[in-house]
């Protein structure tokens, strides 16, 4: 296993981490308290760090069982959980980002989980009716009450994230230190404003569904339906099967699993961008965890990245024509030794 950090705290974080809302069967699916110790003792004894639940992953029994699967060693990891939705339906302020919510959620979370502190938390998403500033400042408090140590936010437009950050620092309460999406090779959208957004404010981003629910293994190229092709995922646009294709063709290619090229191609990204690896069965997790050992060359690199590559849209596109770098950047541009201008060399489109 290899570390990265978590922004500029300092923190050394695995390079993948272990999404944990298959833990518990509530939901008629997932893994039993027994297999998911299975699946956290294989995690840390390969390095892994890093885990990531959340208030209502099955009904809060992923928490109660991390939870109980922690005693003695819980300081070994950095413990990551998230707030947001509703947990009770009669309670209208069980749902949100509002101090309330906050100070509810992180008190039931931390019975659940047995501890103290929570290293990582989560927003789980944008609520609309709370305001920035509230939020913020209410997660300033859990930190400065020693509640949290990092907040961190998931599922947010990157100028969302954007705003509050830039609030947080200007007003001296702390920032979001990691932001949490989806991201994938049948999802690159991210590249678009997400991704340029974490580098610029130094956050590492921790990609869940790097598998596309299971499409990337190859299982749905005969036809078979299953959750990727849940509304909301756009895993079955066109041309998506020949990216399929071509990472089942490179696992033949290298000796490993499609599951293990889609999960490796994730965590060489740039960024750092830290793949969540789960699953509902102890072979399953064997499977993905293995892909910390598989690493793909710059060859396969490109073939995938032809196939996957997103239109990124105005004003990206335009901003990489060869004729407008030329005009904003001057004809010195080759001769610049910075890295900034390496990427907007490396970057550049053919102009006419």
């Known amino acids: 296993m290899r570390y990265r950090l978590l922004g500029k705290s300092g923190v050394r974080i695995s390079e993948v981490a272990l999404g944990t809302m298959t833990f518990g069967e509530d939901w008629g699916w997932g893994a039993s308290q027994d297999v998911s110790a299975r699946m956290l003792d294989l995690f840390a004894d390969a390095g892994g760090n890093v885990l990531d639940t959340a208030d209502v992953y099955t ?27 509703q947990t009770d339906p009669d309670d209208p302020n069980s749902a949100g980002n509002h101090r309330k ?26 609520d609309l009716l709370t305001g920035t500033e509230e939020l913020m400042r209410a997660l300033d408090d859990q930190v400065r009450l020693g509640k ?19 609030a947080a620092r200007f007003r001296d309460w702390s920032p979001f230190t990691a932001v949490q999406l989806r991201y994938n090779l049948l999802d690159r959208s991210p ?25 990337l293994t190859g299982k749905y190229l005969n036809g078979q339906s299953g959750r990727a092709t849940t509304v909301g995922r756009p895993y079955t646009s066109v041309g998506s099967d020949d990216i399929v294709r071509d990472v089942v063709a490179i696992s033949h290619e290298i000796g490993c699993t499609p599951a293990q ?67 904003v950047y001057g004809a010195q541009l080759p001769d610049i030794d910075d890295p900034r201008a390496q990427v907007v060399r490396t970057t550049t489109t053919a102009g006419t």
Not at 101 to 113: F, M
Request: zero cysteines.
């Open 261 to 327: 090229v889609a999960i490796s191609w994730v965590r060489q990204q740039p960024g750092p961008v830290i793949p969540l690896i789960a699953a509902r069965t102890e072979e399953q997790f064997r499977d993905n965890l293995a892909a910390i050992d598989v690493h793909l060359s710059r060859q396969h690199l490109d073939r995938l990245d032809a196939l996957s590559r997103p239109t990124l849209g105005f004003p990206a596109d335009v901003m990489r024509d060869a004729s407008v770098v030329a005009g």
């Open 59 to 85: 009904n809060g029994t992923s928490e109660t069982i991390l939870g109980e699967l922690l005693k003695g060693r819980r300081n070994r990891f950095v413990l990551a959980t998230k707030f947001t939705n």
């Open 148 to 166: 949290i140590l990092y907040p961190a936010v998931s599922d947010w437009a990157a100028w969302e994230i954007a705003e509050a950050n830039t």
């Open 191 to 215: 590249e678009r404003e997400l991704l340029p957004m974490a580098d610029a404010f130094d956050l590492p981003v921790f990609a869940w569904g790097p598998l596309a629910e299971g499409r």
């Open 101 to 126: 919510k906050i100070v509810t959620s992180i008190e039931a979370s931390l019975r659940r989980l047995q501890t103290d502190h929570i290293d990582l938390y989560w927003v789980h998403a944008r």
